[in-house]
């Protein structure tokens, strides 16, 4: 399967506890972008990398979240504290820059906070 | 977070019928793409769509990217059981390359 590749698909996890998540991107792709999705809402940007850098941050991502793709490839997003309100669906989607540029989206890891 | 405007919000048809729905944004993106999502999972890419005017189709979908490049629009044609589900447009940030995601369309189709 050469698709998007999220871990764990589901989280629960006590308020307080840190949770790492990761993201396999498509493998040639060269950007990597992280959603945030509640119920009833469309996907809300949280970061964006190109290769390693991370290019941009939202203002939802606070400083309780941190976000790394050390080598280009894969990419984890750690929320350290969690918080009732960090329950959502976290979606990872992968793209490779130029003509075209579609971003492909992994199955989502599903966090809840108790 | 910053969403588009999708509309309608929700519909119910019947099964046969054909759908529309449209995206608008007060920005002008240089892309637009369509998704469809199930519950507990990813969105899954319908239509690309990447000039000013483009009419694209997908099987029973066709997508057009609006003129003034604010705006695009999802048509489904002969409805299906299978078409239920939550319709999302995106529109690509041209100076950052993010995708900025609309509000969902949820679609049910009764046979």
């Known amino acids: 399967d050469t698709g998007v590749s999220q871990d764990p698909r589901h989280k629960i996890t006590k308020r307080g506890q840190n949770v790492t998540f990761r993201c396999d991107p498509i493998?040639?792709?060269?950007?990597l972008y992280w959603y945030r999705q509640t119920l009833g809402q469309g996907p809300e940007f949280l970061t964006y990398f190109q290769n390693e850098a991370q290019l941009e941050k939202s203002r939802l991502l606070s400083d309780r979240f941190s976000a790394e793709r050390p080598k280009g490839s894969f990419s984890t997003l750690e929320i350290q504290r969690t918080e009732q309100g960090d329950s959502a669906m976290y979606l990872c989607a992968s793209s490779l820059e130029g003509t075209g540029d579609e971003a492909f989206f992994g199955q989502g890891t599903r966090l809840t906070v108790v | 977070g910053q969403q588009l405007n999708q509309s309608p919000q929700s519909m119910f048809i019947q099964e046969g019928e054909d759908v529309s729905m449209n995206c608008t944004s007060s920005s002008i993106f240089n892309t637009w793409l369509w998704y469809k999502q199930e519950p507990g999972e990813g969105p899954v890419l319908l239509i690309a769509l990447y000039k000013a005017g483009e009419l694209t189709s997908n099987g029973r979908l066709t997508a057009q990217f609006g003129i003034t490049r604010k705006d695009s629009f999802l048509n489904i044609s002969a409805s299906i059981p299978s078409d239920v589900g939550i319709y999302f447009c995106?529109?690509?940030?041209?100076?950052?390359?993010?995708?900025?995601f609309g509000t969902g369309t949820r679609l049910k189709v009764l046979a």
């Open positions: 995106a529109g690509q940030d041209s100076g950052t390359y993010k995708y900025i």
């Open positions: 493998s040639e792709h060269n950007r």
